[in-house]
């Protein structure tokens, strides 16, 4: 990141630019494998979720009929 200043009157200006696109808001630079990385993370974090979700009612029902086959009341 590079920073020029310059004093106009009484204000202080600085100018601030980015070294790359991919530059953060500190100016470090994210590697490409960081980023695969992450995103690789990220996919693998919501299918995880997305499998939990989607078997909670299944899970709900297995319990619910044991309880029946044990002759537990559950409603």
Same mark, same amino acid.
């Given at each position: 990141?590079?920073?020029?200043?310059?004093?106009?009157?009484?204000?202080?200006?600085?100018?601030?630019?980015?070294?790359?696109?991919?530059?953060?808001? $500190? &100016?470090?630079?994210?590697?490409?494998?960081?980023?695969?990385?992450? !995103? #690789?993370?990220?996919? =693998? $974090? &919501?299918l995880c979720l997305l499998s939990v979700v989607g078997y909670a009612? !299944? #899970?709900?029902?297995? =319990?619910?009929?044991?309880?029946?086959?044990?002759?537990?009341?559950?409603?």
């Open positions: 990141m590079t920073v020029n200043s310059g004093k106009i009157g009484n204000n202080t200006k600085a100018n601030i630019s980015p070294s790359s696109p991919a530059s953060g808001i $500190l &100016g470090h630079d994210i590697s490409r494998t960081n980023r695969v990385i992450t !995103a #690789t993370f990220a996919l =693998a $974090l &919501g009612q !299944a #899970t709900h029902d297995v =319990a619910h009929d044991a309880r029946h086959t044990f002759s537990f009341p559950c409603h």
